[in-house]
């Protein structure tokens, strides 16, 4: 018995935690939080419920794991597209163009920001989706403003740039992207609305 127990306890996992919650993510990124049933998930995910929730917990406790991966891939994305080995337009350009490509996907649509697009209507009710959110949007200013205050100091931007200001309104031209995509704005549209913001940031006079 013992020796089974053993095996049992060493046999490797039989789904890649990773691919489901990225499986997950796909999903709640096209419905929404509530219209997301929990079968769906499970089917989607390749999971029956008792393994689901064994993993991940319950739908409340996935959703937020989705949340969190989300952020993290896209501070990630940002902070390798604004390296300093990049002149400040072209930087700003990297995010822009990462970004539409992530807004402009899905199989029944352009899905716009997972982070503004779901969290934004479950924060009315749920406090840690209001954190996760929150955080999100901080976590992208600041990601901003440290390329900004670089930007500063070595003349790309003005000598009185306020960087804490233009990383607001970068953010601000992210989010909007996010929702025009998802609202079925024209890839060029977009394009061109991106880089009206990067002219404003990098403006010196």
């Not at 929404?32 to 929730?53: C, F, H, I, V, W």
């Not at 997972?114 to 009710?125: H, K, R």
């Not at 003349?155 to 233009?166: C, T, V, Y």
Request: proline letters at 3%.
């Amino acid at each position: 018995m013992v020796q089974k127990m053993e095996k049992r306890r060493g046999r490797p996992r039989a789904y890649d935690p990773e691919q489901a919650l990225a499986q997950a993510t796909a999903i709640f990124w096209d419905a929404g939080y509530a219209a997301t049933s929990l079968d769906e998930l499970s089917a989607g995910m390749g999971m029956n419920r008792p393994s689901l929730y064994g993993a991940f917990g319950d739908k409340r406790a996935l959703y937020r794991r989705a949340l969190e991966r989300y952020k993290a891939m896209v501070a990630a994305g940002m902070r390798d597209a604004l390296g300093s080995g990049h002149a400040l337009p072209e930087g700003l350009r990297r995010v822009y163009g990462r970004a539409l490509a992530l807004f402009l996907s899905g199989e029944r649509g352009p899905r716009g920001c997972f982070l503004i697009g779901t969290a934004l209507t479950e924060a009315v009710t749920d406090p840690g989706a209001r954190v996760t959110l929150a955080d999100g949007l901080r976590t992208f200013d600041a990601l901003f403003e440290e390329r900004f205050r670089c930007a500063r100091s070595e003349g790309e931007l003005a000598a009185d740039a306020d960087p804490a200001a233009l990383a607001k309104i970068a953010s601000a031209a992210l989010q909007s992207l996010a929702i025009r995509a998802r609202a079925g704005e024209s890839r060029s549209a977009l394009e061109a609305t991106a880089e009206a913001a990067i002219a404003v940031i990098c403006r010196k006079g």
